[in-house]
């Protein structure tokens, strides 16, 4: 089969080569997935220097995928023939392939009505704001996830600052946060303002304008409750300013203290770094949430596998607005 190889942890290059199809062990739960579109992460070909994977694998990019079952275990509720999607997991070779494996607790079922390039454009950015916003920012520590009215009881009337809220993980954390009853500030380029207004936000700020310390400080009533940082860097260091005392910093990029700024005077805030797993009940239930149209991904570009490199530097570019996602239909 037709696979994109990272060819090795230290370098970002790239090739699209033949490799061998992989065999699935059901007695592990492992399916074995035809692979119609998947999706890369941003910063992800850093990831095997930086994290290197628990045993040593093919390095092939792309965790996000959708397609068709080819062989399951007999007791998987997927079974052959049927439509999933997945962010599969991290310890297995990626999904920019032809065909790929998933195990039966990461897969579900893809939402009625989506295409396959607008299914692989989901899961690790809805599963991440998921357990953003279910799991960790509001955590009492006796609950390890919030059902949907513990989390509308528990996030009605918060604000909250979403940096890069355009981007892929952005746009649901600004969806999701709306629905539960947030107020939203996101942060993004200009030409993605209307964007994000569009999908909940309240206050949309143009972060090549704003200066967030100034804007915290104009009115204590824009401080908020929480930020939930998506880039790190100087955007997870301005937002800083902008928590009230007893709020929470949350990063999916870097621990957030790594650029908390000199001078900062708030008192008892929470910093938060964490990785998301995958989690089949979430996505099943983020399934429903799409095919009801109350949420969407969104997908920034389409390719085919040939055209790798140029996807990648797109991604690079740190400007996507959504998911860039390669449809493997267009590779014959």
């Known amino acids: 089969m037709r696979s994109i190889i990272q060819q090795t942890a230290s370098s970002k290059a790239l090739t699209l080569t033949s490799t061998r199809l992989p065999i699935p062990n059901h007695a592990q739960k492992e399916h074995l997935i035809q692979v119609k579109a998947c999706s890369p992460c941003a910063g992800e070909l850093l990831w095997p220097k930086n994290f290197p994977p628990p045993t040593a694998r093919t390095l ?5 995928m959708a397609g068709i079952v080819v062989s399951a275990p007999e007791d998987s509720p997927f079974q052959s023939g049927d439509e999933v999607y997945a962010r599969t997991n991290y310890v297995r070779p990626g999904n920019a392939c032809e065909y790929s494996i998933a195990v039966t607790d990461e897969l579900a079922h893809k939402p009625k009505g989506l295409s396959w390039v607008q299914a692989a454009a989901v899961p690790v950015s809805a599963e991440t704001a998921w357990q953003v916003l279910f799991v960790h ?13 513990a989390a509308k009881l ?10 890069a809220a355009s981007g892929g993980v952005g746009i649901w954390l600004v969806q999701l946060a709306t629905l539960l009853g947030a107020e939203v500030v996101g942060t993004c380029g200009s030409g993605n303002v209307e964007l994000v207004r569009s999908l909940g936000a309240k206050e949309v700020l143009d972060y090549r304008v704003a200066d967030l310390r100034e804007w915290a400080t104009q009115s204590p009533s824009n401080k908020v409750d929480v930020v939930i940082d998506c880039i790190g860097g100087k ?3 301005d937002a800083w300013w902008t928590v009230k005392d007893g709020g929470v910093v949350l990063s999916i990029y870097q621990p957030p203290l790594q650029v908390c700024p000199e001078g900062f ?4 805030v929470r910093d938060l770094f964490f990785v998301m797993q995958p989690v ?7 399934s ?12 920034d570009s389409v390719w085919p596998l040939e055209q790798y490199e ?21 590779n014959h």
């Open 280 to 286: 089949r009940r979430q996505l099943e239930e983020i």
């Open 154 to 163: 528990a996030w009605a009337g918060k604000r909250v600052l979403v940096t």
């Open 288 to 299: 429903k949430l799409v095919e009801k149209g109350v949420c969407r991904g969104l997908v």
């Open 137 to 149: 920012a509001l955590a009492t520590g006796d609950v390890e996830e919030m059902d949907l009215e």
């Open 310 to 330: 140029e996807a990648f530097k797109r991604l690079d570019g740190g400007h996507t607005k959504g998911k860039i996602v390669f449809d493997l239909s267009l």
């Open 265 to 268: 005077e708030g008192e008892s």
């Open 235 to 237: 955007a997870l260091g």
């Open 60 to 64: 092939i990019p792309c965790p996000d």
